[in-house]
């Protein structure tokens, strides 16, 4: 028999955590005692936790998790942006839970049904010509996938990424990554190269009308209608990278619509327009990272690139894609696709018949309850919501996004724009933590508030975290002082 347990109230004086009708299982596992020594002994200590007491979760339920003593946590980082329809959706769950019982896996040498029902219904949610997938389990295999389609058609092999960008950390797509923090000291950026990242906030150039976002940079603008100074500087940039890193023909130029790890990083509105028109001069095809932008995250658009008015050559998908089932994909054109068939290409457990069931559900949960709608008025809601905060703290430098993908950029004083220092922005994340609200970190110096929770998310939960997320900058102003 289920206990119910009283629901998790905040220590401080903020208003009462929204109420949620779930009861959770009570934890029967390990005692919170025992599980880090396991994790000492037997798990890799490269996969690090957040907080000074780490999270034991336990449960979940759509934007909601609970602890090991039935604590209620509302998840602002949905797994990395992965929990796209929310922990353990009812749709998602029975539709899984009716394929466990009849077929998990033959892989993909033999026809089963889910896979061609999914095929059909993911591409038919992209534009002429992305119409061929290939499916994966990983957002870095994805990647990988992508590069080395890119290079096979192509027949070229350089390619050009974002500073700031993360495209995975496997050996071949460590070379797309540009964040110090996942460089290994082993050969893996071989006929990889970087090229200056157009953020409008830390970058050299930038104002107030350049980004697609509810909230734009405190940096002021003197551009005139039609014209964007800091896109222009940041395309000459992008040229001189043509000019002298890399042969007079290219493989490919890949970019996140909106940088995720990076901490929400936006460009000006027309770069990636420009940006694709030079890479396809010279030879080289384009590829949208949608692994954290897809599947209606930024609201206004299902997927990243399509806020950008342009069509890639290739995209890659996952997280979002599956709600946290281990699942991924690479759209592409068909004559991309066939230049792969050149020889054997094989993945044993991509587009297996439960991956593909999960990823028909969740494609059905975001239309049946409306999620990227939900996710454009709440993520808009949200935004100008920060941005009061950034007008009131001086250590909020910087709010930005679109949709449910948001960035709260954190400084020591707007003027110098110096982040503050990761101790005393891992505080204020625990701070939140014993509130009740999860926020992630992002950055080149883990600076940034990264805020993406499942798309179900409610105006009540909204306010709640605002209001846990002032009552901690305040406490560290307090703290300060």
């Known amino acids: ?34 599980i880090p020594k396991i994790r000492a002994e037997n798990i890799s200590p490269a996969l690090r936790m957040y907080y000074k007491k780490p999270l034991l979760l336990h449960q979940g339920h759509m934007q909601w998790l609970f602890d090991h003593e039935g604590q209620r946590y509302l998840d602002c980082f949905g797994g990395i942006a992965t929990v796209s329809v929310g922990h353990c959706h009812p749709k998602v769950t029975k539709a899984t839970q009716k394929q466990v019982a009849r077929l998990w ?9 889910s896979i061609h029902e999914y095929a059909e219904k993911l591409t038919s949610l992209l534009p002429d010509p992305l119409k061929v997938v290939y499916l994966t389990n990983s957002g870095s295999e994805a990647n990988d996938l992508a590069m080395l389609m890119a290079r096979i058609y192509t027949r070229n092999f350089n390619i050009i990424s974002l500073r700031g960008a993360y ?15 996942y460089k290994c000291g082993v050969a893996n950026d071989f006929g990889c190269s970087t090229t200056m990242l157009p953020d409008v906030f830390r970058g050299p150039w930038g104002g107030s ?13 003197s551009c005139s209608e039609g014209v964007c100074h800091a896109n222009d500087q940041y395309i000459e ?28 990083v936006q460009y000006p509105r027309r770069f990636l327009k420009k940006a694709y028109q030079l890479v396809r001069e010279r030879g080289g095809v384009c590829i ?15 997927w990243g690139f399509q806020t950008h008015d342009v069509v890639p050559d290739i995209v890659t998908l996952a997280k979002g894609i599956g709600n946290g089932f281990p699942m991924a994909a690479v759209v592409t054109r068909k004559e991309i696709a066939s230049s792969l068939a050149q020889n054997l290409h094989f993945n044993t457990f991509g587009g297996n018949s439960l991956a593909c069931v999960v990823g028909a559900a969740v494609l059905d949960a975001i239309e049946e309850d409306g999620l990227q709608k939900n996710s454009e008025d709440m993520g808009t809601y949200m935004l100008l919501e920060l941005a009061k905060l950034r007008d009131k703290f001086e250590i909020v430098g910087d709010v930005r996004g679109k949709g449910l993908m948001i960035g ?47 798309l179900c998310i409610t105006k009540k939960d909204v306010d ?18």
Request: hydrophobic share 30%; aromatic share 8%; glycine share 6%.
């Open 167 to 181: 495209h995975g950390n496997s050996p071949y797509t460590l070379g797309l990554t540009s964040v110090g923090h």
């Open 237 to 264: 940039q992008f040229k001189d990278t043509l000019n002298t890193t890399v042969p007079k023909t290219i493989a490919a130029f890949i970019a996140e619509p909106i940088q995720g790890l990076n901490g929400t």
């Open 408 to 454: 709260v950029e954190m400084v020591t004083d707007k003027d110098s724009r110096h982040p503050l220092p990761v101790e005393e922005i891992n505080q204020i994340c625990e701070d939140c933590k014993d509130m009740g609200v999860l926020f992630g970190r992002g950055g080149f110096y883990s600076q940034t508030l990264r805020i993406k929770p499942p």
């Open 464 to 481: 709640f975290a605002v209001e846990v997320l002032q009552t901690a900058l305040q406490r560290h102003v307090e703290r300060e002082a």
């Open 105 to 113: 896996h033959t892989s993909n040498i033999y026809m089963h049904p």
């Open 288 to 302: 949208s990272d949608e692994v954290q932008t897809g599947f209606g995250r930024t609201g206004s658009h299902f």
């Open 1 to 34: 028999r289920q206990q119910k347990w009283k629901s998790y109230v905040p220590t401080c004086n903020v208003s009462t955590m929204p109420p949620c009708d779930f009861v959770p299982e009570k934890y029967k596992s390990y005692p919170y005692e025992r």
């Open 209 to 221: 009308h350049c980004r697609d976002s509810p909230v734009q940079t405190v940096r002021k603008c």
